[in-house]
């Protein structure tokens, strides 16, 4: 039996395809909302080019290109701008009176299905956002987290011995190793009431090396959603088939293994009332106000354990190799901490009273934050139905938009040698006089600026301080041993960035202060 092919219908179907392809592309480029932006042609038309530059694991440089090249507001994506000007915080994050709220946008907002509907304070929308806020209020607030101050400190303690023990036997430690078990033993026992337990090992577990894989989930889920739309058919495909298995299992084991570990503090809520965790805190409020379900605690913690820990020793990683590569912001940083603290004399005498204040310090860490935000990705908002403005230019309704950290913290529009590490812009602002300090924000601002800023920044005083004050740091091997972290121009070229910086290896040498 003859088939008829009707090549005429044929062509006539591809022939309009192809129209409605070319005038869809048109339309993009030149008809749409955000057409007036300066952007590539190619990021007007297609998410593409961000999508592979996230999966590498460079978006953050590439943004940082087209800002260099086409200005401080960018069309990055068809439907989404990019900017750099420290206005553009406010304008985006900031406390919004009057006008509707910047919503977290739903590329970024990615869906937790084996938790149901509950999600995280990290991604809750606005409502449910402040009602979890104000459940950990108290948890979070600076009476709170200083009565922690001994439970702190005695992971420092933990640590410095495991330093000397290393420094008795002259022999490097890998301080990107231990940074995270100090930090990750420190956040699980608030979290939880007990450490995980990895300064005394001096090891990682599956679950601590799954929270990084499951970081590299949510961006591998954001990527899905750029290419499919959050929430279609499509979406649901391509996340159950393109994001690697390791990584939704890392996604899952951390949800169980937290868990795992809530469920009997949350059935034994009178447990060591002396030792006052978040869930101390949590459940001495909310048995009259109902803040929290069950699975909002969990899934809460879930988030504060991996938040609280990788970001904190990553900023603290970094902050080492900085100042062991620039000799002088060493010794003067070491000459502080040593001799700047009145009624020190032991290490005992090392406290956030007398810690809390010193200059130098701070501005290490403040310029460390600028250069080596822990956090590199986008956080992207959705624009309000009215509209809003943002840096002086009105953008419609529905419009995703961010300020990236790297772009905003190493633009030669906000910073004077913005690649050079000058702790003194912090302290000396007459001496660069260009300088636009609110343009680093490596802890957000506004009513979603980060939950556990004091937090973090009592964890990294405290062990820096007695760090430098214990010991005298050389990177092992010298400079050339720590060759990821080495720059090429502009970037780090050996390294790479899946929301947060990928940890590396950073040997360094220990040996204890004579005095």
């Not at 507001?73 to 989404?80: A, G, I, K, L």
Request: charged share 20%; proline share 6%.
């Amino acid at each position: 039996m003859a088939v008829f092919v009707d090549y005429r219908a044929i062509a006539l179907v591809a022939g309009a395809s192809t129209v409605v392809f070319l005038v869809g592309l048109l339309r993009r480029r030149f008809f749409h909302p955000l057409s007036k932006f300066p952007g590539p042609f190619i990021n007007s038309v297609s998410w593409l080019p961000n999508v592979v530059r996230l999966l590498g694991g460079k978006h953050h440089v590439y943004i940082k290109k087209l800002h260099d090249k086409y200005g401080p507001v960018v069309r990055v994506s068809p439907n989404e701008l990019s900017f750099s000007n420290p206005d553009a915080w406010e304008d985006i994050y900031g406390f919004r009176s009057s006008d509707e709220p910047m919503e977290k946008d739903p590329l970024w907002c990615g869906s937790l299905q084996h938790v149901e509907a509950d999600v995280p304070i990290t991604m809750a929308p606005r409502r449910v956002h402040t009602r979890q806020r104000r459940a950990f209020a108290h948890s979070f607030s600076n009476t709170s987290l200083l009565s922690q101050e001994p439970l702190i400190q005695s992971h420092v303690d933990k640590f410095m011995d495991q330093l000397a023990g290393f420094a008795a036997e002259d022999k490097p430690v890998n301080m990107s190793d231990w940074l995270s078990f100090y930090t990750l033993d420190v956040i699980s026992e608030l979290c939880l009431g007990s450490s995980t337990g990895l300064l005394a090992t001096g090891s990682g577990t599956e679950w601590s090396r799954g929270i990084v894989l499951a970081a590299r989930g949510a961006l591998f889920d954001q990527a899905t959603r750029r290419v499919a739309g959050p929430g279609t058919w499509f979406h649901s495909l391509l996340s159950a088939y393109a994001i690697p298995p390791r990584y939704k299992a890392a996604k899952l084991n951390h949800f169980l293994n937290t868990k795992k570990r809530v469920l009997p503090r949350l059935a034994d809520a009178d447990a060591d009332a002396d030792h006052k965790d978040f869930i101390y805190y949590i459940l001495r409020n909310n048995e009259s106000k109902k803040l929290l379900s069950e699975t909002e605690i969990i899934v809460n913690m879930g988030a504060f354990l991996a938040a609280g820990s990788d970001t904190t020793a990553l900023a603290l990683s970094a902050l080492v190799y900085l100042i062991l590569t620039h000799r002088k912001v060493y010794d003067k940083l070491a000459a502080e901490i040593r001799g700047g603290m009145d009624g020190v004399s032991s290490a005992a005498d090392i406290t956030w009273a007398r810690v809390k204040d010193l200059p130098y310090v701070g501005a290490v860490m403040n310029e460390t934050m600028r250069l080596h935000s822990p956090v590199l990705a986008s956080l992207l908002r959705a624009v309000p139905p009215r509209g809003a403005t943002i840096d002086g230019h009105f953008v419609p309704a529905g419009t995703t938009v961010s300020v990236p950290h790297w772009t905003a913290s190493h633009s030669a529009r906000n910073w004077t040698r913005p690649y050079e590490f000058l702790p003194e812009r912090w302290l000396e602002p007459e001496a660069f006089p260009d300088d636009k300090l609110q343009a680093s924000q490596p802890f957000m601002l506004g009513p979603r600026g980060c939950i556990g800023k004091n937090l973090s920044l009592i964890e990294q005083r405290l062990v820096l301080c007695h760090l430098l004050w214990h010991f005298d740091l050389e990177l092992d091997g010298g400079r050339e041993a720590a060759w990821r972290w080495e720059r090429d121009g502009d970037e780090f070229r050996h390294l790479q960035a899946y929301i947060i910086w990928e940890k590396v290896e950073l040997m360094v040498k220990p040996t204890p202060v004579q005095r």
